[in-house]
T-cell receptor, first 113, second 112 residues
Framework: KAGVTQTPRYLIKTRGQQVTLSCSPISGHRSVSWYQQTPGQGLQFLFEYFSETQRNKGNFPGRFSGRQFSNSRSEMNVSTLELGDSALYLC????????????FGSGTRLTVV | KQEVTQIPAALSVPEGENLVLNCSFTDSAIYNLQWFRQDPGKGLTSLLLIQSSQREQTSGRLNASLDKSSGRSTLYIAASQPGDSATYLCAVPNQAGTALIFGKGTTLSVSS
């Protein structure tokens, strides 16, 4: 079966711009969660969506937002980009509450210059 | 608040050695634990998922154990190979099952 697909793979943006990242989960999975990975902070949870509803949100500023569509695809948006937003953004899908584990995508590498 | 710790942070071994990576968690009320592998700049690849009712899971040269009562899991890699060089992460779900909580990882280097 197809895995978790994240697009684009790489992005270079300028400070102050905004960016939208996309994640398509495994077919049948209804939960999509997003993580930010940086060398200093490791993997940090951003937010999780299930059936178009945000069920959980991590400790990130309001510039970070997301949504989920009826087909379970999810997008995250970062507005007013800062240099510190440069990171690998990973999304994961699970059936519901991770009872069968999580599957991750290959990530989007965002560089803010 | 659940916290996950992995020891050691880094490990260098010669090819062929058997090795153990450790993961500990502070809240034993977990329903599963998952081990991942990450190559530099890549996503996470799931290695093993252990349900709370299980004590071990095996996949090829990998064996993971789980002791909920002591808040520990170990990942055993037999006969290590240079291709095993990567960062290994363990993670547990939060109580609601809406997020994974990760350790910082163990970066493994296997030399030939």
């Amino acid at each position: 079966k197809a895995g978790v697909t994240q697009t684009p793979r790489y992005l270079i943006k300028t400070r102050g711009q905004q960016v939208t990242l996309s994640c398509s989960p495994i077919s049948g999975h209804r939960s999509v969660s997003w993580y930010q990975q940086t060398p200093g902070q490791g993997l940090q949870f951003l937010f999780e969506y299930f059936s178009e509803t945000q069920r959980n949100k991590g400790n990130f500023p309001g510039r970070f937002s997301g949504r989920q569509f009826s087909n379970s695809r999810s997008e995250m948006n970062v507005s007013t980009l800062e240099l510190g937003d440069s990171a690998l953004y990973l999304c994961a899908s699970s059936f519901s509450t991770g009872e069968d584990g999580y599957t991750f995508g290959s990530g989007t590498r965002l560089t803010v210059v | 608040k659940q916290e996950v710790t992995q020891i050691p942070a880094a490990l260098s071994v010669p090819e062929g050695e058997n090795l153990v990576l450790n993961c500990s968690f502070t809240d034993s009320a977990i329903y599963n634990l998952q081990w991942f592998r990450q190559d530099p700049g890549k996503g996470l690849t799931s290695l093993l998922l252990i349900q709370s009712s299980q004590r071990e899971q095996t996949s090829g040269r990998l064996n993971a154990s789980l002791d909920k009562s002591s808040g520990r899991s170990t990942l055993y890699i037999a006969a290590s190979q240079p291709g095993d060089s990567a960062t290994y992460l363990c993670a547990v779900p939060n109580q609601a099952g809406t997020a994974l909580i990760f350790g910082k990882g163990t970066t493994l280097s296997v030399s030939s």
